[in-house]
Nanobody
Framework: QVQVVESGGGLVQPGGSLRLSCVASGIIAFRLYTMGWYRQAPGKQRELVATLTSGYYINYVDSVKGRFTISRDNAKNTVYLQMNNLKPEDTAVYYC????????WGQGTQVTVSS
């Protein structure tokens, strides 16, 4: 059974950093699958933040380029999102996604950027 679990969110001041983790258990050959981070702010639609393919091709939404870094550890079935120079507009629930036999989503982790 596939489970996707995010962690690492919290409250941080503008300019601060957080590192989100996502463990996708139950996925065979995790290295073959594209992993993605999405976020949803209050009153807004869920948006793509970053994706990382099996071939290490990376895509970021323009608003996080140069500040966020997605990476993966295939031995641990884990994908990370390092977030630096956080801004109040980064406040959202962050979700991890993998398309395995179907799309799987975690429960989300709250990131709040506020002074």
């Amino acid at each position: 059974q596939v489970q996707v679990v995010e962690s690492g969110g919290g409250l941080v001041q503008p300019g601060g950093s957080l590192r989100l983790s996502c463990v996708a258990s139950g996925i065979i050959a995790f290295r073959l699958y594209t992993m993605g981070w999405y976020r949803q702010a209050p009153g807004k639609q869920r948006e793509l933040v970053a994706t990382l393919t099996s071939g290490y091709y990376i895509n970021y939404v323009d608003s996080v380029k140069g500040r966020f870094t997605i990476s993966r550890d295939n031995a641990k079935n884990t994908v990370y999102l390092q977030m630096n120079n956080l801004k109040p507009e980064d406040t959202a629930v962050y979700y991890c996604n993998v398309n395995y036999d179907r799309a799987y989503w975690g429960q989300g982790t709250q990131v709040t950027v506020s002074s």
